[in-house]
């Protein structure tokens, strides 16, 4: 089995996923430990896991005001149902495109 290196980092995406680790404190914090978007019946009610809710790409994409705290299964219902998570805030378009 022939085996692929993996591909450096770059400095600027180190730099840029740097702030990372203190924008999930901050949202943790800001959510009390709680799931901010509480959308399924099977929701955990407490948040684990930080949602991207203008995607991971981009010059600041670990932002305050990108970031929700969510349970596992309010993550995969929101990724699962886009249509839905666009139209309820808890996914946006990129780079200000427009809704298509």
Not at 2 to 23: E, F, I, W
Not at 27 to 55: F, L, S
Not at 75 to 92: C, K, L, T, V
């Amino acid at each position: 089995m022939k085996r692929t290196p993996l591909r450096p980092v770059s400095a600027r995406r180190r730099r840029r996923d740097a702030a990372y680790p203190s924008s999930r404190r901050e949202i943790y914090d800001r959510a009390g430990g709680m799931c901010e978007a509480n959308v399924t019946i099977r929701c955990e009610r407490n948040g684990w896991q930080v949602h991207h809710i203008a995607g991971r790409a981009g010059p600041d994409p670990h932002r305050l005001e990108n970031l929700e705290l969510v349970c596992a299964h309010c993550h995969r219902f929101i990724h699962d149902n886009p249509e839905w998570s666009y139209a309820n805030g808890h996914m946006r378009k990129r780079n200000g495109a427009a809704d298509g």
